[in-house]
């Protein structure tokens, strides 16, 4: 016990700030926080009792998940023995949260744990995954918000109640909304008409601000979410259950699908759409998930130390590598993401080396942003990947049917025992980048001029294939045209062509989507453009008469790169590939990568993570991976073949 029996009311408000007595057990007890009601209806004091409890035994309380909102302790918690000071975000939820007539038992971070002990805080995190899982229920606070917020919980009532209507039910709306997914795109379908009339006739506004409320951007609140037995949602004086919120989500899915509806805010609501799934997979579908799954999803939300971004995340993790990683607040969080990706690689898991996305040869310090001009702190080798940086461009691990470039051989992982900067993959370098085209403008995605350029760049790429094939036919003997639709979809493997193109339709039909979309942009190309140009009103047609291919192959295109080899083979590679890069296919990798030779002064940088030292060897060739591609003709274990034995070869990135 913290504290005394004495009844909270019947003392003195102490005004001494409240000393914390240590945890006996602090990987086996929790405090709980035991708040009373108030007073008087207008009492705005918040008085408690802190107690301990084994969780081992199941105590029974309720867990609160909210942001601290602003890092200013303003308001006070008073105990019998002392006040404890708390963020106004935090008191006035408890306010909304305490009971009239009872006490109510809850689990509070900053007042359940001491926060100015780190031993025990590392303790109690570890330990949080437990604690949410084990509450009675999780009370979401959201915050007092304002009008326009309090309009979008009407409307979110509303569309709940509707939700029927479109197809959609509590028990299993997301796996019901991808069944629809591939009707929304039939102008005929009723419900994809229904979808396209409410999503004109909704106040998305204030949707918007109801899920661009703090709480649901913050990297802590999905554990404590996802895990919970049971949910229920505050907004001031509102009371919203999870199903409520759950079918307003999977209608935002479906809007997101649609070919023509209004979408709600694509940031707000993707997020939101991650959260909300993970939580339903988790309970309803007994699903396991991996380190890599959860930090894709969630692992670029905000949070005050970059080290949560893993650290937040492994209460979610069943299965996989990354079970193992110590919770270690010493360490910087190079050395921590260096870990993560050597967790995966000497387990032969290459899936890590997909969520890299080019590289740089500085980051940014803990605390800054991505885009900072801020001291910039120690690199990352450029085969960890950055969780702090947003991906630019889809990972080729987004597909329906998987890649299979060198799944046949067994990975072959080498690691120095000096320099864990350095590790070596066994392989075959498949071709040398020749040209490369892409979109090098900064221009926003959602802007006519990007979808201009991007049509620009289709024709440019379509232009130099056809200069460079002097023959009737691909290297791999297949008919050039043929070759160039289907790369122009990926071999159709993205789950988008899938849904909206049909799941199998054959190479045939892909080169009659291509033939007939060129010939639709030169038709309506201004007659004052060249053939290199997309004019407005060749976009408008494009969009009108092929939106579905359209807007498969500009999505397919963000920060990416088409790229043409020596030997004539066309793929799409990471956004900074450039003519001179490498491309090579490691053992047991299901695509090939685009690697870049670095200079013996790129080597080693000067300042390394605390487990690092220089190589030795400085005369060895090393590379940087810049992620991963697409290279057609080599995507299904070819270079297993007799003939690549005599090229294979070890590659050393750094």
Same mark, same amino acid.
């Given at each position: 016990?913290?504290?005394?029996?004495?009844?909270?009311?019947? +003392?003195?408000?102490?005004?001494?700030?409240?000393?914390?007595?240590?945890?006996?057990?602090?990987?086996?007890?929790?405090?709980?926080?035991?708040?009373?009601?108030?007073?008087?209806?207008?009492?705005?004091?918040?008085?408690?009792?802190?107690?301990? &409890?084994?969780?081992?035994?199941?105590?029974?309380?309720?867990?609160?998940?909210?942001? =601290?909102?602003?890092?200013?302790?303003?308001?006070?918690?008073?105990?019998?023995?002392?006040?404890?000071?708390?963020?106004?975000?935090?008191?006035?939820?408890?306010?909304?949260?305490?009971?009239?007539?009872?006490?109510?038992?809850?689990?509070?971070?900053?007042?359940?744990? %001491?926060?100015?002990?780190?031993?025990?805080?590392?303790?109690?995190?570890?330990?949080?995954?437990?604690?949410?899982?084990?509450?009675?229920?999780?009370?979401?606070?959201?915050?007092?918000?304002?009008?326009?917020?309090?309009?979008?919980?009407?409307?979110?009532?509303?569309?709940?109640?509707?939700?029927? /209507?479109?197809?959609?039910?509590?028990?299993?709306?997301?796996?019901?909304?991808?069944?629809? +997914?591939?009707?929304? =795109?039939?102008?005929?379908?009723? $419900?994809?008409?229904?979808?396209?009339?409410?999503?004109?006739?909704?106040?998305?506004?204030?949707?918007?601000?109801?899920?661009?409320?703090?709480?649901?951007? #913050?990297?802590?609140?999905?554990?404590?979410?996802?895990?919970?037995?049971?949910?229920? $949602?505050?907004?001031?004086?509102?009371?919203?259950?999870?199903?409520?919120?759950?079918?307003?989500?999977?209608?935002?899915?479906?809007?997101?699908?649609?070919?023509?509806?209004?979408?709600?805010?694509?940031?707000?609501?993707?997020?939101?759409?991650?959260?909300?799934?993970?939580?339903?997979?988790?309970?309803?579908?007994? @699903?396991?998930?991996?380190?890599?799954?959860?930090?894709?999803?969630?692992?670029?939300?905000?949070?005050?130390?970059?080290?949560?971004?893993?650290?937040?995340?492994?209460?979610?993790?069943?299965?996989?590598?990354?079970?193992?990683?110590?919770?270690?607040?010493?360490?910087?969080?190079?050395?921590?993401?260096? #870990?993560?990706?050597?967790?995966?690689?000497?387990?032969?898991?290459?899936?890590?080396?997909?969520?890299?996305?080019?590289?740089?040869?500085?980051?940014?310090?803990?605390? +800054?942003?991505?885009?900072?001009?801020?001291?910039?702190?120690?690199?990352?080798?450029?085969?960890?990947?950055?969780?702090?940086?947003?991906?630019?461009?889809?990972?080729?691990?987004?597909?329906?049917?998987?890649?299979?470039?060198?799944?046949?051989?067994?990975?072959?992982?080498?690691?120095?025992?000096? %320099?864990?900067?350095?590790?070596?993959?066994?392989?075959?370098?498949?071709?040398?980048?020749?040209?490369?085209?892409?979109?090098?403008?900064?221009?926003?995605?959602?802007?006519?001029?990007?979808?201009?350029?991007?049509?620009?760049?289709?024709?440019?790429?379509?232009?130099?294939?056809?200069?460079?094939?002097?023959?009737?036919?691909?290297?791999?003997?297949?008919?050039?045209?043929?070759?160039?639709?289907?790369?122009?979809?990926?071999?159709?493997?993205?789950?988008?062509?899938?849904?909206?193109?049909? @799941?199998?339709?054959?190479?045939?039909?892909?080169?009659?989507? =291509?033939?007939?979309?060129?010939?639709?942009?030169?038709?309506?190309?201004?007659?004052?453009?060249?053939?290199?140009?997309?004019?407005?009103?060749?976009? /408008?047609?494009?969009?009108?008469?092929?939106?579905?291919?359209?807007?498969?192959?500009?999505?397919?295109?963000?920060?990416? +790169?088409?790229?043409?080899?020596?030997?004539?083979?066309?793929?799409?590679?990471?956004?900074? &590939?450039?003519?001179?890069?490498?491309?090579? $296919?490691?053992?047991?990798?299901?695509?090939?990568?685009?690697?870049?030779?670095?200079?013996?002064?790129?080597?080693?940088?000067?300042?390394?993570?605390?487990?690092?030292?220089?190589?030795?060897?400085?005369?060895?060739?090393?590379?940087?991976?810049?992620?991963?591609?697409?290279?057609?003709?080599?995507?299904?274990?070819?270079?297993?073949?007799?003939?690549?034995?005599?090229?294979?070869?070890?590659?050393?990135?750094?």
């Amino acid at each position: 016990m913290d504290t005394s029996n004495t009844p909270i009311a019947e +003392t003195d408000m102490p005004i001494t700030p409240y000393e914390y007595q240590p945890i006996d057990d602090p990987k086996g007890k929790i405090r709980i926080l035991i708040l009373s009601p108030p007073a008087s209806s207008d009492d705005p004091e918040l008085r408690c009792n802190l107690t301990t &409890a084994e969780i081992s035994d199941s105590p029974s309380y309720e867990a609160v998940s909210y942001c =601290w909102g602003t890092e200013a302790l303003t308001e006070r918690v008073h105990l019998p023995n002392g006040t404890l000071a708390i963020t106004k975000n935090l008191a006035t939820g408890l306010r909304r949260l305490r009971c009239r007539d009872r006490p109510r038992h809850l689990w509070v971070d900053a007042v359940c744990i %001491n926060q100015q002990d780190d031993q025990e805080k590392g303790h109690q995190v570890a330990f949080m995954a437990q604690i949410f899982r084990n509450a009675a229920c999780v009370l979401v606070w959201l915050g007092e918000g304002n009008a326009e917020i309090h309009a979008g919980i009407e409307t979110i009532r509303r569309l709940a109640e509707s939700a029927w /209507k479109y197809g959609l039910s509590p028990d299993q709306p997301f796996f019901r909304a991808l069944q629809l +997914t591939e009707k929304l =795109w039939d102008k005929n379908n009723g $419900i994809s008409a229904a979808l396209l009339r409410l999503s004109r006739d909704i106040d998305d506004t204030s949707l918007n601000a109801f899920f661009a409320q703090a709480w649901f951007d #913050r990297l802590w609140i999905v554990q404590e979410f996802v895990l919970a037995s049971r949910v229920e $949602i505050y907004n001031s004086h509102h009371l919203l259950s999870y199903e409520t919120v759950l079918l307003v989500v999977a209608l935002g899915l479906l809007f997101e699908r649609h070919p023509t509806a209004r979408r709600l805010s694509r940031t707000q609501i993707m997020k939101t759409i991650h959260l909300f799934k993970d939580r339903d997979n988790l309970h309803k579908d007994k @699903r396991e998930f991996d380190l890599l799954e959860g930090l894709r999803s969630h692992g670029r939300r905000l949070c005050t130390l970059d080290l949560d971004r893993v650290y937040g995340t492994l209460a979610l993790v069943s299965k996989g590598p990354g079970l193992d990683l110590e919770i270690d607040y010493s360490i910087n969080v190079e050395t921590l993401f260096i #870990r993560l990706a050597l967790e995966y690689l000497k387990n032969g898991n290459l899936e890590v080396l997909h969520h890299i996305r080019g590289y740089s040869k500085k980051i940014p310090t803990i605390g +800054t942003s991505p885009s900072s001009d801020n001291v910039l702190g120690p690199t990352l080798p450029s085969w960890v990947p950055d969780w702090r940086n947003e991906p630019r461009g889809r990972s080729l691990l987004d597909i329906t049917l998987p890649f299979l470039a060198a799944t046949k051989l067994s990975p072959k992982v080498y690691f120095e025992n000096s %320099n864990t900067y350095s590790v070596g993959f066994d392989g075959v370098c498949a071709d040398m980048v020749e040209i490369s085209i892409s979109l090098t403008e900064e221009i926003p995605l959602d802007s006519t001029l990007w979808a201009q350029r991007a049509v620009e760049s289709v024709q440019l790429f379509r232009n130099a294939f056809s200069s460079r094939t002097t023959t009737n036919s691909y290297p791999t003997g297949e008919d050039p045209k043929l070759a160039f639709a289907r790369c122009l979809l990926l071999d159709n493997r993205l789950p988008d062509s899938w849904l909206r193109l049909g @799941r199998r339709i054959s190479p045939e039909a892909m080169l009659k989507m =291509w033939e007939g979309w060129y010939e639709c942009l030169v038709d309506y190309n201004a007659p004052s453009h060249s053939n290199m140009e997309c004019s407005t009103v060749a976009l /408008k047609a494009l969009v009108k008469e092929h939106w579905v291919y359209t807007s498969i192959i500009l999505n397919m295109i963000q920060w990416r +790169t088409y790229i043409i080899t020596k030997s004539g083979y066309i793929g799409i590679g990471p956004g900074f &590939a450039e003519a001179g890069d490498a491309i090579c $296919i490691f053992d047991g990798a299901s695509t090939p990568f685009i690697l870049r030779k670095v200079s013996g002064n790129e080597l080693v940088p000067d300042e390394l993570p605390a487990t690092g030292q220089k190589d030795p060897n400085q005369d060895r060739e090393r590379w940087k991976i810049l992620g991963d591609c697409y290279l057609h003709g080599f995507m299904d274990n070819e270079v297993v073949g007799s003939e690549w034995q005599e090229k294979r070869r070890r590659f050393w990135l750094v």
